[in-house]
């Protein structure tokens, strides 16, 4: 595949470079990462108001722009340069496509158009233990009357204890694997729900743990089918990977500069050490590894766009779960490897609060683990090769 921006792509890559070195410097990640929330609520009217972020690529039908993942994936690239502190990731990749993908028009004509203009945010919930297959699915769903009843515990909610709208996986009970999952769109502040904001290692990005205690749910909570949208589920969890994947692309990216300019500033026997044979070999393989990650995290974006678009093509899209995986375990792992090299390049400093390094080894220690780690999705990948019929054979 051959790939480059257009002239459009271009200017939102510069705009979204541009502002958020202005709004997300290092002093600002640092205010808004110690605030009630976890982000700074004006500035996120902001991304709403004046940069029209949340509504990229919600369709125009709905309110918003109308545009594609590979757009989307060019903001969030930058925006995990800067360690942005805001709820976009959780409203834009987890919510909005479940609710694309899920969602009847009366839910879509609902709650997109308060998503496009910032009103809502919005966050998935739907594991309820360290794994992220199917069986993460723990929580349990009851048809009650005209509606359900849900009860069950969910972790590992990004900004989940500020989000406006709840999108909750639940199962029906005693159902395993993909079968009996539910998806329901809930406002945060039913009855029923209880909030609590968890400490984490990455204070950039906060999570909660949601219990749900005989939550009652009119039918017209429910986004399709009652058990049947682990189909759904799955192509959400998918899209959202690849969206986490463009954003470790962005701290690696990061993260390789500030080493850099480090090491053309400290001097060492007289001379910038960036002059070091030994350690230009360690800056090099980091530019490798991001240049490695950053062709995963798009060419995956591109499949994304193709499997979204109901014209698309299908043998394209049709690679979205490899696509996907590949993306989310290269991007993962070069991050990690090049936060780690950062704070090994920058010296017995490299580790202290003053410096950046170690807020980046946060965010990338989390995000390699969420969603699923590197090894686990090079499994998957596996898997999906042995199964695929060979060049011959019939399918």
Same mark, same amino acid.
């Given at each position: 595949?051959?790939f480059?921006?257009?002239?459009e792509?271009?200017?939102?890559?510069t705009?979204a470079?541009g502002?958020?070195a202005?709004v997300s410097?290092?002093?600002?990640v640092?205010?808004?990462m110690v605030?009630?929330h #976890?982000?700074?609520?004006?500035?996120?009217?902001?991304?709403?108001? !004046?940069m029209?972020?949340?509504?990229?690529? *919600?369709?125009?039908?709905?309110g918003?722009?109308?545009? #594609?993942?590979? &757009?989307?994936?060019i903001?969030?690239?930058?925006?995990?340069?800067?360690?942005?502190?805001?709820?976009?990731?959780?409203?834009?990749?987890?919510?909005?496509?479940?609710?694309?993908l @899920?969602g009847? !028009?009366?839910?879509?004509?609902?709650?997109?158009?308060? *998503?496009?203009?910032?009103s809502?945010t919005?966050?998935?919930a739907?594991a309820?233990?360290?794994?992220?297959?199917?069986d993460?699915?723990?929580?349990?769903a009851?048809?009650?009357?005209?509606g359900?009843v849900?009860?069950?515990?969910?972790?590992?909610?990004?900004?989940?204890h500020s989000a406006?709208?709840?999108? *909750?996986?639940?199962?029906?009970?005693?159902?395993?694997?993909? @079968?009996?999952?539910?998806?329901?769109?809930?406002?945060?502040?039913?009855?029923?729900?209880?909030?609590q @904001? %968890?400490?984490?290692?990455?204070q950039?990005?906060?999570?909660a743990?949601i219990e749900?205690?005989? %939550?009652?749910?009119?039918?017209?909570?429910?986004?399709?089918?009652?058990?049947?949208?682990w189909p759904?589920?799955?192509?959400t969890?998918q899209?959202?990977? *690849?969206?986490?994947?463009a954003?470790?692309?962005? $701290?690696?990216?990061?993260?390789?500069?500030?080493s850099?300019?480090?090491?053309?500033?400290?001097?060492?026997?007289?001379?910038?050490?960036?002059s070091?044979?030994?350690?230009?070999?360690?800056?090099?393989?980091?530019?490798?590894?991001?240049?490695?990650?950053r062709?995963?995290?798009y060419?995956?974006a591109c499949?994304?766009?193709?499997?979204?678009?109901? &014209?698309?093509?299908?043998?394209v899209a049709? &690679?979205l779960?490899?696509?996907?995986?590949?993306?989310k375990?290269?991007?993962?792992e070069?991050?990690?490897?090049?936060?780690?090299?950062?704070?090994?390049?920058h010296?017995?400093?490299?580790?202290?609060?003053?410096?950046?390094?170690?807020?980046y080894?946060?965010?990338?220690?989390?995000g390699?683990?969420?969603?699923?780690?590197?090894?686990w999705?090079r499994?998957?990948?596996?898997a999906?090769?042995?199964?695929?019929?060979q060049? $011959?054979e019939?399918?």
């Amino acid at each position: 595949m051959e790939f480059a921006f257009s002239d459009e792509q271009e200017m939102i890559r510069t705009s979204a470079e541009g502002f958020l070195a202005q709004v997300s410097d290092s002093a600002a990640v640092r205010t808004a990462m110690v605030s009630e929330h #976890g982000y700074d609520a004006e500035l996120w009217q902001r991304l709403c108001a !004046e940069m029209y972020w949340p509504a990229l690529h *919600i369709p125009e039908q709905y309110g918003g722009l109308g545009l #594609g993942y590979v &757009e989307l994936a060019i903001l969030l690239e930058q925006m995990g340069r800067r360690l942005l502190c805001s709820p976009f990731f959780a409203t834009a990749c987890l919510a909005t496509p479940a609710l694309l993908l @899920a969602g009847s !028009e009366q839910q879509k004509n609902t709650w997109l158009p308060r *998503i496009a203009v910032g009103s809502h945010t919005a966050t998935l919930a739907f594991a309820g233990a360290n794994r992220w297959d199917a069986d993460t699915v723990q929580a349990t769903a009851v048809a009650e009357g005209q509606g359900f009843v849900l009860n069950g515990t969910l972790n590992y909610v990004l900004d989940g204890h500020s989000a406006d709208l709840l999108i *909750i996986a639940a199962r029906t009970p005693g159902s395993t694997g993909a @079968a009996g999952i539910s998806l329901f769109a809930v406002a945060s502040d039913s009855a029923g729900i209880q909030r609590q @904001a %968890l400490p984490a290692m990455d204070q950039t990005r906060r999570q909660a743990r949601i219990e749900l205690h005989n %939550l009652y749910l009119d039918a017209d909570c429910l986004l399709g089918e009652f058990g049947m949208a682990w189909p759904r589920l799955e192509r959400t969890l998918q899209l959202a990977c *690849i969206g986490l994947a463009a954003e470790q692309t962005g $701290g690696a990216q990061q993260v390789l500069d500030l080493s850099v300019a480090y090491m053309q500033e400290r001097q060492q026997f007289g001379r910038p050490i960036a002059s070091f044979q030994a350690l230009k070999h360690r800056a090099a393989d980091m530019m490798l590894q991001v240049e490695c990650a950053r062709s995963a995290a798009y060419y995956a974006a591109c499949v994304a766009q193709e499997a979204l678009d109901p &014209e698309g093509d299908a043998a394209v899209a049709a &690679e979205l779960p490899l696509a996907a995986a590949l993306a989310k375990a290269e991007c993962g792992e070069a991050f990690f490897h090049c936060a780690a090299e950062s704070i090994q390049l920058h010296g017995g400093v490299g580790f202290t609060w003053e410096y950046d390094p170690h807020l980046y080894f946060k965010r990338a220690r989390a995000g390699e683990a969420f969603l699923g780690a590197p090894s686990w999705h090079r499994e998957r990948i596996a898997a999906a090769l042995l199964d695929a019929p060979q060049a $011959g054979e019939q399918p």
